[in-house]
C-alpha cells in the first residue's frame, strides 16, 4: 500500500514539476510593420474567434492605414465609437499632422485625436492579444511597431444589490458584484486612501484571470501581505472560475473540516478586515472576496455588531457561542444522558422523556442519526432546489418528517424538538455552516460510546486540532489561546467602539499594534491639555 | 534541542495548576485528617510552596536546562544518568498512577460494565494525540479548556452550599497533631511534590524572568480551590463519612438538591488528568529523547503511551491495593525524589559557587 | 482472550504503520538509535499487555518498591 502511495506521490510530485515548467511566459514578439504580414497574424492568432472584430481605417488624406481590433462586447460599441472611430474619422484630425510631419504618428494620435481616457503604448504583439482579450480597442499603425492600447472595457454586469448570504437590519445594503473593477470602486470608496494598495496579478494558465491583493500598508503587516502574494504566485492551474479555487490554492489547513480563508460578499465587511491588518484577494469574476488570515473568531462575528450598540450586540455574541455548542453538542448530550446519565436529570422531566419514548423502537442514538441524517438531506435539497419548489421542499420537511414520523412511532418528540433546536443554530453560524454536522455526528457516536465522557474526549481532541491549525501564521484560536488581554475586547463580548484603541495585536505589525497604543493615549492627553488651555 | 519549544507564563501556570488538581481534587487525600483535612491541607500547602521554592531556584541556577540535563551537569555522567533513568521512571509510574486512577474513578462511578481498560486506551489516545502536537499546543490548549475546570468547581460549590454543617470542622484536633501531620505529609508529596515534573518543562518558559511569580500564583490559586474543594467535602460529607470513601467528590455533589451533577466531577477529572498525564508523560519523553541525543522525541509517543497503559494494569491489582499503597508507601518512595536529590542538586551548585 | 490478543496485535501494527514513514525519514546518525528505542519501547509495552492478557504478569514493582523501602527505612507496612 505504501509503495503505490508512494508512487502516486511521485506522480503527483513530476505533474506539478511538468506544469512549473509549461507555466513560463510566451516570449515578447514585434509587431509587423506591413499590414498583410499583421493581418495574417491576427487571423492566426484569432482563427475561428466569431466575436473578433477589426476595421480598417484610412485616415490624414488616405495616408495612413490603420487597424482596429477588439472584442464585440468586452468593448463597449458606444466608447468605441465616441471616443476612437470618430475622432479618427474627422476630416481636420490630421490637419496638424501633415503640415509638421515630425512627431511620430502614433504619439501624435495619443496627444492630439484619440480622446480614450486611458492610452497605453504597447510594443509587444502578445501583450497586444492580451489587452485585445481584456475588452481593449488595440489601433495598429501601418509601418509602425507600436500600437495604441485604449480602454474601451464595457461589458454588461450585474447591478450593485443586496447579497442574498449576508442580510443585516441595520448596516449599507450594497453587495460586491462579478466585475473586479467594480468591487475594487466599492472598497475604495469605503476607504479614501491613498495607502490602501491593491496589487493586480494574473492566474490562471487557460483564463487569465485578474487576481487583486488589497491592504492598507502601515497597517498590514508586511510579511503577512509578503506571504499572501507569494501563495498566489504559486499558484499553477488551469483556471480561475471562483475564489473557492483561490481559497483552495492558498489556505493553511486544506485536510482540516475548519475554514482558515474567509469570505465575504460586503464591501463594510471586508473594508473592516482590511482596517484591521488583514488582506483581502479580490477575485475577477466572483462576488466573493476573500480575507487572510482567518481566525476561528470570526465565524462569530458579524459586521452587525458593530453597527448596533455595544450592549446588544455583545448579548447577541453570547448568543452566537451558546449556539455552536448548542448545535454541535445537544444531540450527544440527550443521547449520554439517557443511556449513561439518567440519575442527572430531575426525575419529572426523566419521566416525561420515558412517557414519549415509550413507543419508540430505537435507541436514542438511533433516533439522533436518523434524525440528523434527515435534516441534512432536507437541507441540501431546499438549496439545490429551484426557488418556487424550495416551498415544497420545506412542506415535506415539516409536514412528512416532522409530523407524521413522530406519529408513526419512529422518533419521539422530544427528538424532533432537538433536531429542530440544532437545525437552527447551525444556521447562525454561516461560515461554519457546511461543517458543524460533522461534528455533531461525531459527538453523538462519542457520546454513545462512552456518554459525557466520550464527548468531552472529543472535545479537548477538537481543541488540540483547533489549537494547532494556523491561518497564514497567526494561531487559528487567537485572541483565546494565545490569550491576548487587549484583544478580548472583541470577542465574547464587543467592548463600545470608543474603548477600542489598538489594533489586534496578532494581526498588524507590531510597531503599530504596541506604539499605536501609546500614540493613541499620547493624543488623548493631548486633546486634554488642549480643553484646559481653551478654557 | 527542544529549546525551541516556548509556552507563555500564562499557559505555564495553567499548566501547573491543572497538573496540581489532577487527581487530587478527586480523590480527597486528606480525607484521613478527618475533620481536621483543612489543617493538614493548608500545612502541605505551606510546604508545597516551600517545594517549588527549591524547584524555581534550581532551575534558575541552571536556565534553559531540563531536570536530566541538570542532573548530568551535577552528578556527572554517569550517576546523573542512573538518577536520571530514576526521574524517567517515576514520571511514567506517575502517569500510569494517574490513568489507573482515572479508570477506577470511572469504573466505580458511571461505567459499571464497560472494561476499564477500553476507557483508559480511550484516554491514552487522545494523549497521544495532544504529545503528538507538542508542548505549545497543550498549553494553548489549556488556555481554551482550563475555565471550565474553574467554572465547574465555583459551580458546585455555590451549589452546595444549603448542605453545609459546620458542626463537621469540630471537634478539633481530636487525636492530636502527630495523625494531622503524617497526613499533611501525604499530601505533600500529593499533588505538591509531584511538581518537580515541571523542572523538565520551565526552560520552555517563554520569558524567564516570570518563572518564579508564575509558579507561586499557580500554587497559590489552585491551591485555594483545592482547599475550597476540601472544605466543601468536609463540611457537606462529615468526617465521618469522609474517612470511608473513596472518591468522596463523586458522593458530596449528589447532595446538591434537584439536580445531580456526579458528571462534573469525571469532566474535572479529564481535565486535570489530561494536564497532569501529557506533562508526566512528555516530561518522560524529553528525558529519554535527551539521554538519547535525539532531536525530537514526537516518534517514541506511541510506544510510550502504550507502555503507560499496560503499567497502568499492571501496577496494581485493584483498587483498594492502589488506595493502601498511595497513602502508606507512595509519601517514602517519593519524597527523595521530590526533595531529597533536588535539595542535593541545589546545595552540590551552592558549594560549587563558593569553590 | 483469544479476541484481547488480536485486538493488541493489532494496536501494534496499527502504531507501527503510522510511525514508519517518519521513522525513516530520520537523518543517518540518530536512525539507529531511534530504531532501537522504538522498537525496544514497543516490545516492552507489547510483551506486558500479552503477559496482562494472559494474566501471568510478573511482579508489580510497586510490590518491589514497597519491599525496598521496608528494608531501607524499616517502616512497618
Known amino acids: ?535 | 534541542m527542544m529549546t525551541n519549544v516556548k509556552i507563555s507564563g500564562y499557559q505555564l501556570a495553567l499548566l501547573i495548576m491543572g497538573f496540581l488538581f489532577g487527581s487530587t481534587a478527586v480523590l480527597n487525600p486528606t480525607a484521613m485528617a478527618g475533620q481536621d483535612a483543612w489543617l493538614a491541607y493548608i500545612l502541605a500547602w505551606v510546604g508545597g510552596f516551600m517545594l517549588i521554592w527549591l524547584y524555581v531556584r534550581i532551575a534558575l541556577i541552571n536556565p534553559s536546562l531540563t531536570l536530566v540535563e541538570i542532573l548530568k551537569v551535577t552528578f556527572g555522567k554517569y550517576l546523573g544518568t542512573v538518577i536520571a533513568l530514576l526521574y524517567i521512571w517515576y514520571f511514567l509510574h506517575l502517569a500510569a498512577l494517574v490513568l489507573r486512577d482515572f479508570g477506577e474513578h470511572m469504573n466505580v462511578t458511571v461505567f459499571y460494565r464497560t472494561p476499564m481498560t477500553f476507557i483508559i486506551s480511550c484516554f491514552a489516545l487522545l494523549i497521544a494525540y495532544c504529545l503528538r502536537k507538542g508542548l505549545e499546543v497543550t498549553g494553548r490548549a489549556a488556555e481554551i479548556l482550563m475555565p471550565y475546570l474553574f467554572i465547574f468547581v465555583i459551580i458546585i460549590f455555590f451549589l452546595l452550599i444549603p448542605e453545609y454543617d459546620t458542626n463537621n470542622l469540630f471537634p478539633f484536633l481530636e487525636k492530636g497533631l502527630t495523625p494531622v501531620i503524617q497526613v499533611a505529609f501525604g499530601v505533600l508529596t500529593f499533588p505538591f511534590g509531584e511538581t518537580v515534573t515541571f523542572l523538565m518543562i520551565f526552560p520552555a518558559l517563554y520569558s524567564p524572568g516570570q518563572l518564579k511569580k508564575v509558579s507561586f500564583a499557580a500554587f497559590g490559586v489552585m491551591g485555594f480551590i483545592i482547599l475550597g474543594i476540601i472544605v466543601r467535602d468536609l463540611l457537606s460529607l462529615g468526617p465521618d463519612l469522609l474517612t470511608r470513601l473513596v472518591f468522596p467528590p463523586s458522593l458530596s455533589t449528589e447532595l446538591t438538591p434537584e439536580l445531580q451533577l456526579e458528571p462534573l466531577i469525571s469532566v474535572n477529572f479529564l481535565l486535570g488528568g489530561w494536564v497532569k498525564i501529557t506533562v508526566c508523560l512528555y516530561a518522560a519523553l524529553v528525558g529519554i529523547a535527551q539521554l538519547l541525543g535525539l532531536n525530537d522525541y514526537k516518534h517514541l509517543v506511541l510506544p510510550l503511551v502504550l507502555l503507560a497503559v499496560g503499567l497502568a494494569m499492571w501496577l496494581y491489582e485493584d483498587l483498594f491495593k492502589m488506595m493502601d499503597w498511595t497513602a502508606n508507601v507512595y509519601p517514602y518512595y517519593a519524597f527523595p525524589l521530590q526533595f531529597g536529590i533536588p535539595l542535593l542538586i541545589l546545595l552540590v551548585a551552592k558549594i560549587r559557587k563558593l569553590a | 482472550m483469544a479476541l484481547n490478543i488480536i485486538l493488541l496485535v493489532i494496536i501494534a501494527i496499527i502504531m507501527v504503520l503510522l510511525d514508519l514513514p517518519g521513522l525513516l525519514k530520520i537523518e543517518k546518525k540518530n536512525k539507529i538509535k531511534v530504531l532501537i528505542s522504538y522498537f525496544l519501547l514497543l516490545l516492552t509495552g507489547f510483551t506486558l499487555g500479552l503477559l496482562l492478557i494472559l494474566e501471568r504478569e510478573p511482579v508489580s514493582p510497586t510490590v518491589i518498591i514497597e519491599r525496598m523501602l521496608n528494608l531501607i527505612l524499616g517502616i512497618g507496612l
Open chain 1, 1 to 535: 500500500m505504501f509503495s503505490w502511495l508512494k508512487r502516486k506521490y511521485k506522480f503527483l510530485k513530476t505533474m506539478a514539476q511538468a506544469n512549473q515548467q509549461k507555466n513560463e511566459q510566451p516570449q515578447a514578439e514585434k509587431i509587423p510593420q506591413s499590414f498583410p504580414e499583421l493581418r495574417a497574424k491576427l487571423q492566426q492568432v484569432f482563427a475561428e474567434c466569431g466575436d473578433f472584430k477589426t476595421r480598417e481605417i484610412l485616415v490624414g488624406d488616405e495616408h495612413y492605414r490603420l487597424i482596429i481590433a477588439w472584442m464585440d462586447n468586452l468593448a463597449s460599441n458606444q466608447i468605441l465609437h465616441e471616443s476612437l472611430i470618430r475622432p479618427l474619422l474627422e476630416p481636420q484630425a490630421f490637419c496638424q499632422f501633415l503640415e509638421d510631419k515630425e512627431e511620430d504618428l502614433a504619439v501624435f494620435l495619443k496627444n492630439n485625436v484619440l480622446i480614450a481616457a486611458e492610452l497605453k503604448e504597447v510594443t509587444d504583439f502578445n501583450q497586444t492579444v492580451e489587452f485585445i482579450l481584456c475588452g481593449e480597442s488595440v489601433i495598429y499603425i501601418e509601418g509602425s511597431s507600436t500600437a495604441l492600447a485604449a480602454a474601451t472595457r464595457g461589458w454588461e454586469t450585474r447591478t450593485v444589490t443586496e447579497p442574498e448570504t449576508e442580510t443585516v437590519v441595520r448596516g449599507p445594503r450594497e453587495g460586491f458584484v462579478e466585475d473586479l473593477a467594480v468591487n475594487c470602486a466599492l472598497l475604495r470608496r469605503k476607504i479614501k486612501n491613498p495607502n490602501l494598495k491593491m496589487e493586480m496579478m494574473k492566474i490562471g494558465r487557460q483564463t487569465k484571470t485578474t487576481v487583486c491583493v488589497c491592504y492598507l500598508k502601515g497597517i498590514a503587516d508586511p510579511a503577512l501581505v509578503q506571504e499572501a502574494k507569494t501563495r498566489l504566485q504559486k499558484i499553477n492551474i488551469d483556471a480561475v472560475l471562483e475564489s473557492g479555487y483561490l481559497e483552495e490554492m492558498i489556505e493553511d489547513a486544506p485536510l482540516s473540516f475548519f475554514p482558515t480563508v474567509g469570505n465575504s460578499e460586503k464591501p463594510d465587511v471586508v473594508a473592516a478586515k482590511i482596517l484591521e491588518g488583514r488582506v483581502g484577494i479580490f477575485c475577477d469574476g466572483t462576488p466573493f472576496v476573500l480575507t487572510v488570515p482567518y481566525l476561528f473568531l470570526e465565524t462569530l462575528q458579524a459586521s452587525e455588531d458593530y453597527y448596533t450598540r455595544a450592549i446588544s450586540s455583545s448579548l447577541l455574541r453570547t448568543v452566537r457561542i451558546i449556539c455552536f455548542y448548542v448545535s454541535i453538542l445537544l444531540p450527544g448530550l440527550y443521547v449520554a444522558f439517557l443511556n449513561f446519565h439518567q440519575s442527572v436529570l430531575p426525575l419529572n422531566f426523566l419521566l416525561t422523556i420515558a412517557a414519549s419514548r415509550e413507543s419508540i423502537p430505537f435507541s436514542p442514538f438511533t433516533e439522533a442519526l436518523f434524525m440528523g441524517i434527515t435534516f441534512e438531506i432536507l437541507q441540501e435539497a431546499g438549496i439545490r432546489m429551484p426557488r418556487p419548489i424550495g416551498q415544497s421542499v420545506s412542506i415535506v420537511g415539516a409536514l412528512v418528517i416532522g409530523e407524521a414520523s413522530v406519529r408513526a412511532g419512529l422518533v419521539s418528540d422530544p427528538m424532533v424538538i432537538i433536531t429542530a433546536l440544532t437545525a437552527i443554530s447551525t444556521f447562525i453560524l454561516p461560515p461554519l455552516q457546511r461543517v458543524l454536522p460533522f461534528f455533531r455526528f461525531g459527538f453523538t457516536i462519542a457520546a454513545n460510546i462512552l456518554g459525557l465522557l466520550g464527548i468531552f474526549f472529543f472535545l479537548i481532541a477538537l481543541v488540540i486540532h483547533l489549537c494547532t491549525l494556523r491561518s497564514f501564521g497567526i494561531p487559528y484560536l487567537a485572541p483565546l489561546a494565545p490569550l491576548s488581554l487587549s484583544d478580548i475586547k472583541d470577542t465574547f463580548v464587543r467592548f463600545p467602539l470608543w474603548t477600542m484603541l489598538t489594533r489586534p495585536r496578532d494581526l498588524t505589525w507590531p510597531e503599530t499594534g504596541q506604539a499605536a497604543k501609546y500614540r493613541a493615549g499620547a493624543e488623548q492627553l493631548l486633546s486634554k491639555m488642549r480643553k484646559k488651555e481653551d478654557r
